[in-house]
Every structure is written in C-alpha cells, then in structure tokens.
C-alpha cells in the first residue's frame, strides 16, 4: 500500500493529511488518485468507506487554479449530508491552500446560499435539487467547469435523480474530467457513464479490500417479545460509550425510544418524520455525548457519520444484505474497533443465513446475558465510576456531611446505597413494543457487498468521511 508522498500529490494536501492523522492511502485512493491526475475519466466502484471522498478531492484539489474566481470543480451528491460531509472533508484537505469549497443543499435558505455563491468557491458540493435552482435562477454558472464528481451513483439513481443530473450534466462544458463512483454498476449507471464520459478507466474494489476486521458480528436468537428485555441487559453487560441501535419502522423508533428512556437510557429517536432541525438539533446531542443512545430507521441512519460509535444494535433484522452492511458501517471506524449485534427470531434464521452469506462476514451466535449477570455489570461499571471520583479528588466540600452520616450509619450501608443510586435501576414500569412482522429479504443489488475498508489512523490508511443515505431527496 502507497503513502501519499509516494503517489506524488502536492505537498500542502500532504500536509494536511498528515495533520489528519494519516500516511498511507487506501486501495481506491492508491488507485484512483494517479489516473485522475492524469486527466482520465474514472469509474469507480467501490462501497462507502472507502475513502472515495479523498479519492477524488485531492485531484479536484490538485487541478483547481486559486487565481481563477469561479466554479472549477462540481460534485454531486444523493443527499444534504453527504454533500456536507464531502465539502468539509474538501476544506480539511486544502486547509493550506486557499481553495474554497462551499456546499449547496436542500433545507438551508436559498438565499443564505446565493450570498454564498457570491463569494465565489472554486468548488461546488450539491444535491440535485438544489443545484437545479440555482442553474435556473442563474445564481451558479457551471460553463466553466473542468471537473465534475458523481458520488454515490447508484443511489441518485435509486432516489429517481437521473434526469436531473443529465440536465446539470448538460450544463457544464464538454470538454472536462469526469469522475463517477457507485457501489453497484445498474443498466442506467453504464448508459450514463456512456453519454458522458470520454473513455473512462474501471477501477474495481475487491471485496477482500472492503472487508473490515474491526467490527465483530454477533447474533442472539430471541422471540420478538424477548427483545426489549435483552436489549436492556446487553447495555447494561457491555455499557456502550457511543450506540445506535436500528428500528424497522418509525413507530418501532419512536417505541424503542420511549421505553429505554423509561428505563434510565438517555437516547433520543431519529426517523424520516423529523424536520431538519430537529435531526440537526437529535445529532448534535449524539456528536457531543449528551445522549448515549440514538434509535434510529435505516432510511434516517444512512446520513449518519459519527466517529466513536462503538456499537450498534439491530433490534430488527434488516431486510436485506446492503441495509445490514450499512448499519454495521455505522461502528469500527477509522480502525477502531465496534461491536454489531443482531437480535434474529426463530422464523428469521433463514434470512440471517442470506446476509452472512451475501456480505461475507461470519455472525457468531451468543448466549443471551443473565439478569444477574446484568446486575452484576451495572453494579462493577458504578464502583468503577466510584472509584473513579475518588481518584479524581473533587470531593472536599462534601466532607463535612459524610462525616454527619458516618456518625448515623455504617460505612458498609452507605457505600451500598451510594452504588445503589448511582447504577440504572430496571423501573418495574412494563414495556410492551408493537410487534413487528418481518420484513423478507428483496432480492440483493449486490454479489458481495461487505462493510467498508475503514482503515487505521497512522501507519493503516486515510478512509475520508462519506456517508450513503436517502433521507431526503437533497430538494
């Protein structure tokens, strides 16, 4: 595997990545990079995570002119988080250069954007959608582009964006780069690259190459009843620092979250029927550690890009091999480890058997946690904080009192009831969830699709941050 001063890119970009935290490049990026220097089309086929986001912004960055005052480079984007992400992994890489990358997104003031576009970026990250109003109130130009990014291709075209990136396309110059990444290569993706781009080079991400270690898989054969309850003592066994836990539906979101904030979890909810600000205001609690829990649908999830989510729960099996491999690519990032748990009922054994076998990954089947071993867990995790604060010393106003109690009380009682108070109690409020049919698999888009490359800070490679999703159709 290349470093990045070996693939010859520019050395304020490498001094940036080295900032990041990063030395070597990843397969797509090690691939990827050298040709479109060159100037060549590229087609890349390569899952999210891979560090596509890098593989094409450091040559965006390599070949924009900051002596021009005007939009050089255009990427598109599925949805506002992705365009987001993309723009701000940009703005990291030239953090030396003076390049400027601005994002264009459904749900923000067209105006707040207009007087963006005013300032003149060299780099433009947008929805569809929302490039489309622009283009029409001639607040962006794009006759001058010499670089275009399709990312996320496959699923611009899932959310019906085809005929609105082939106006856009249309819109910008013939005589440009043009790079296209996509997980999957459908019909309309091919005919695409057929009509736009000028003898593109395949580059293809084995699926060994995408396949990440640190993640385990495990899965725990439970009745749909059960599952609440064993939720419960697994957070209580493995107390996560960072979890998502995935519901099928909204209602099963919105249930699961009311029920484990019952029982003493700070979690909050994410699904499609939240406004924008209320997933800004839910994602903003999560990035900062306010809450420990996010339940949240596929479809809400796949914006999600948290670093430090160490792990997630399916409480619902997911339908398919691409959903399940995305919802595990939400933990074991940037070589860190992560832990994915599937609950599976007996009547969906067969459709666990499909995923393991579709995203080449082995789930291990464990033994559901006791209810004394959960006690056991809360009550050790307490006296670990407990200890903790002793250690720390922040206590002295607190002497006088305890010396009060002390005289009343035995030590022995008052320890107990201090870990009493500080470990979650299971409230005897009981929880009934709306059970949930399952879902039988859709027919899989892809032949392997396994979770992303997300490799090591230092010395195992720079992953870049994107996201897939269709939360919104980026309007």
């Known amino acids: 595997m290349s470093t990045f001063h070996e693939l010859g890119i520019n050395q304020a970009i490498q001094r940036a990545i080295t900032d990041m935290g990063f030395e070597e490049a990843s397969p797509i990026q090690e691939k990827a990079i050298p040709i479109a220097l060159s100037g060549k089309d590229i087609i890349g086929q390569a899952q999210t995570g891979t560090g596509k986001t890098a593989a094409f912004g450091i040559p965006i960055l390599e070949k924009v002119d900051t002596s021009k005052d005007y939009v050089q480079a255009l990427v598109i984007a599925p949805t506002r988080e992705l365009a987001i992400q993309v723009s701000e992994e940009i703005n990291r890489l030239s953090s030396y250069m003076g390049i400027r990358s601005l994002p264009i997104y459904g749900g923000q003031a067209i105006e707040r954007q207009i007087k963006a576009l005013k300032k003149r970026p060299h780099i433009i990250t947008g929805t569809p959608g929302r490039l489309l109003d622009h283009i029409k109130r001639k607040t962006l130009r794009l006759d001058r582009i010499s670089m275009v990014v399709l990312d996320e291709a496959d699923e611009m075209l899932d959310m019906g964006f085809l005929e609105d990136i082939e106006r856009i396309l249309k819109e910008t110059p013939k005589e440009k780069q043009t790079l296209l990444f996509s997980a999957t290569m459908p019909r309309p993706i091919q005919n695409l690259a057929e009509r736009f781009m000028t003898n593109p080079e395949l580059i293809k991400i084995k699926a060994k190459e995408i396949t990440s270690p640190t993640v385990e898989q495990v899965y725990y054969e439970v009745n749909e009843r059960q599952k609440f309850d064993v939720l419960s003592r697994l957070l209580d066994v493995e107390n996560p620092e960072l979890t998502i836990i995935f519901g099928r539906t909204k209602r099963r979101v919105d249930e699961l979250n009311d029920a484990l904030n019952k ?33 949240a649908t596929d479809v809400a999830a796949r914006g999600i890009d948290v670093s430090g989510v160490t792990h997630v729960y399916n409480f619902d099996i997911p339908q398919d091999p691409e959903s399940y491999v995305h919802r595990i690519g939400r933990t074991g990032r940037a070589g860190k480890t992560g832990l994915a748990t599937t609950f599976v009922t007996p009547r969906e054994m067969g459709q666990l058997r499909s995923i393991e076998q579709a995203s080449k990954g082995r789930i291990h089947r464990k033994q559901i946690p006791t209810v004394a071993e959960a006690m056991e867990s809360k009550q050790r995790i307490a006296s670990e904080k407990l200890i903790q604060m002793v250690e720390e010393g922040n206590y002295s106003e607190f002497k006088h009192t305890a010396t009060e109690l002390l005289d009343q009380f035995d030590s022995v009682t008052l320890v107990s009831v201090v870990l009493k108070m500080m470990t979650k109690e299971q409230t005897n409020i009981p929880i009934q969830l709306t059970v949930e049919e399952p879902r039988y698999s859709k027919k899989s888009k892809l032949r392997v699709k396994g979770k992303s490359g997300r490799n090591n800070k230092r010395h195992k490679g720079y992953n870049g941050k994107d996201t897939r999703s269709k939360h919104k159709r980026g309007r």
């Open 263 to 295: 029982r003493g979890y700070m979690a909050e909810g994410l699904h499609g029927d939240l406004s924008q600000r209320q997933r800004d205001v839910v994602m903003k609690k999560f990035r900062e550690g306010s809450i420990e829990i996010l339940v």
